[in-house]
């Protein structure tokens, strides 16, 4: 079991250490399952089993870090015996490091997960079988993935857990799809079919003539992925306490109290719900959760031990100050509702391309991208023609923002490079009275 290999190279390598010296090691390890579809068959298949150390040699404000394989025999000891000294050697070499903190007081933590999930072959099935006479196209990734922390102060941290997720798409011609995707730590074929049923009924509405929109400003729904997407831009900087401070937030007026957003915009970072363990490379233990705007107003950033070094404040994040588990409060419009409520304007599930057009403003721009359609009297008429945007979050999830739905939906990032990801969002979908299309 890995967890116990870890503690056994932890016991080890302390008594390595010579004095002065301390350690941290991290790891990262997953068991994972990877499906790819195209035209709704198995195309291929296989998985991954691997497992990452990285090995941090410290002494006073100095510190040196190798990554190291672990295949989870005892060679593992070997990999660290030979390591040792070429850290050693690497921390005459480099300066002291005037932010470097590390926690001091130990304390260790155990999650497990409680679900456990079928086998892969279990859940092709029921992907096929829902997806049946569709080109579905996609990539399921499923298993456990792991995470631990030890140092020398004999603090020991471990999180394991089971969960999957599926990327997909159902092609309609030409480039006409729906994307969508879902994930979780429980397999549920039924909402999976669901999903599949919906995506199918809107394949019906990309066959119809293109609606061409001249630039201006519309009512619009956001589904919970196309809200996402505008969300994610927060996370360059903009939830950072190091930003703010630099004056390179894109949410610094909200910050400084320059501006509010709407009532009904409560964001958090709620580790404990998310799939990223509690516990971060520096051993410090996150918070269940941190407010970061509350009723429309700044409460809180995210914290890395170096911004609170540098600040003299107390962590409450990982090294990289973005959200990990970005959760946003949801409203009362029922979902099904949304079309009614929108009356006549735009149905958005899914954007692109974003970037800041004036970050200063928190004014981002983006393209629209698959299912995206324009609707009259609630009800929609015909897919809408690929628009760029260009509006401020400020005004979008300020003044502008009329209702946000009831149900809310789990969106985790799908990438895999070098290990699957982690980073989720629990977001509802969001109306608003004028989004400004500049072409």
């Not at 409060?329 to 800041?356: I, M």
């Not at 324009?374 to 760029?388: F, N, S, T």
Request: glycine share 10%.
């Amino acid at each position: 079991m890995m967890r116990a290999h870890l503690q056994a190279l932890a016991a080890a390598l302390s008594s390595l250490l010579r004095e002065g010296e301390g350690y941290t090691l991290w790891l990262e390890a997953e068991q994972t399952d990877f499906v790819r579809f195209n035209h709704g068959k198995v195309r291929q298949a296989g998985a991954v089993e691997q497992a990452y150390l990285d090995m941090r040699l410290i002494r006073g404000q100095r510190q040196a870090t190798q990554q190291l394989s672990l295949s989870g025999g005892a060679d593992d000891l070997a990999l660290l015996e030979a390591a040792l000294p070429e850290l050693r050697a690497a921390l005459e070499q480099v300066q002291e490091d005037p932010f470097l903190l590390l926690n001091e007081q130990p304390q260790s933590s155990e999650r497990i997960g409680q679900h456990t999930l079928p086998p892969a072959e279990s859940m092709v099935a029921d992907i096929l079988a829902a997806a049946e006479g569709h080109d579905l196209v996609g990539i399921l990734a499923s298993g456990q993935m792991s995470f631990g922390f030890a140092n020398h102060l004999g603090q020991f941290n471990w999180q394991q857990g089971e969960s999957w997720n599926f990327d997909w798409s159902l092609y309609s011609h030409g480039d006409k799809a729906v994307k969508r995707s879902q994930a979780g730590t429980a397999w549920d074929a039924a909402a999976l079919g669901r999903a599949i049923d919906e995506a199918a009924g809107q394949l019906e509405w990309l066959k119809l003539p293109v609606k061409t929109l001249e630039p201006g400003e519309y009512r619009a729904y956001f589904t919970p992925s196309a809200l996402g997407a505008l969300l994610n831009m927060l996370n360059w900087g903009g939830v950072s306490e190091k930003e703010v401070r630099s004056k390179r937030s894109p949410l610094l007026k909200l910050a400084e109290g320059e501006v509010k957003l709407s009532p009904l915009v409560h964001l958090a970072e709620a580790g404990g719900e998310g799939l990223s363990p509690l516990f971060q490379r520096e051993g410090f233990i996150r918070p269940e959760r941190v407010e970061l705007i509350a009723g429309g107003e700044h409460r809180n950033s995210l914290i890395d031990p170096r911004s609170a070094r540098e600040y003299g404040l107390q962590p409450n994040t990982g090294s990289m100050e973005f959200a990990e588990a970005m959760q946003l409060q949801a409203g009362d419009l029922p979902r099904d509702q949304a079309l009614q409520a929108l009356g006549t304007g735009v149905y958005l599930s899914n954007l692109w391309y974003l970037n800041f057009s004036d970050r200063s403003a928190c004014r981002i721009t983006g393209m629209t991208r698959f299912a995206c359609f324009w609707v009259e009297d609630g009800k929609i008429v015909a897919p809408l023609g690929v628009m760029r945007f260009d509006d401020s979050l400020f005004s979008l999830l300020g003044e502008q923002l009329e209702a946000l739905t009831a149900e809310r939906e789990l969106l985790v990032d799908a990438g895999s490079y070098g290990g699957r990801a982690t980073q989720s969002k629990l977001l509802p979908g969001a109306l608003v009275k004028s989004l400004r299309f500049s072409l």
